[in-house]
């Protein structure tokens, strides 16, 4: 499954690093994950899914 490109440069936006550590804490990946995504490549529907979810959670506004 492709991810939109409106999600990848919000991924890019909420990045807080580009290292394994920083982009699992993040976003639950790894760095290879992350250029799989850069790249435009296909990832597991459940990663997308999950991707979905944590953006959308960091995007809230806290209350």
Do not use: C
Not at 18 to 43: C, H, M, P, Q
Not at 45 to 58: G, N
Request: hydrophobic residues 45%.
């Amino acid at each position: 499954m492709h991810l939109d490109d409106h999600i990848i440069a919000q991924m890019q936006v909420l990045a807080t690093g580009r290292t394994d550590e920083a982009l699992n804490a993040r976003f639950g990946i790894s760095y290879n994950t992350w250029r799989k995504l850069l790249a435009g490549e296909a990832v597991r529907p459940s990663l997308a899914h999950r991707l979905r979810l944590r953006i959308e959670a960091l995007q809230a506004p806290e209350t």
